[in-house]
């Protein structure tokens, strides 16, 4: 209590920058825009807030996750990972 140091961590989901393309991978599904995840990295840090999930489904998700089964988490993501392809 009192120290001036601040941590955060910031969980933005898939984000649309070059990566996938650089890694020679197409993503399974659209990336966030990354100046809407820098404005919400900065509203979070502004609040001080211990864990940052910009974007409403990546926040229904982390609701998913503490809900549902362990089970079915695993298959949703087993889906996605599946749909990532190579690109050549």
């Not at 659209?30 to 999930?53: H, Y």
Request: with cysteine.
């Amino acid at each position: 209590a009192g120290s001036p140091v601040y941590a955060g961590v910031l969980c933005p989901g898939p984000v649309d920058t070059p990566f996938f393309a650089r890694a020679g991978i197409r993503a399974a599904v659209r990336g966030a825009d990354p100046e809407a995840v820098a404005e919400a990295a900065l509203r979070g840090m502004r609040k001080k807030q211990t864990v940052i999930v910009p974007g409403g489904s990546n926040r229904l998700a982390c609701l998913a996750v503490k809900l549902l089964p362990a089970r079915a988490t695993l298959a949703v993501n087993r889906r996605i990972q599946a749909k990532k392809r190579k690109t050549e």
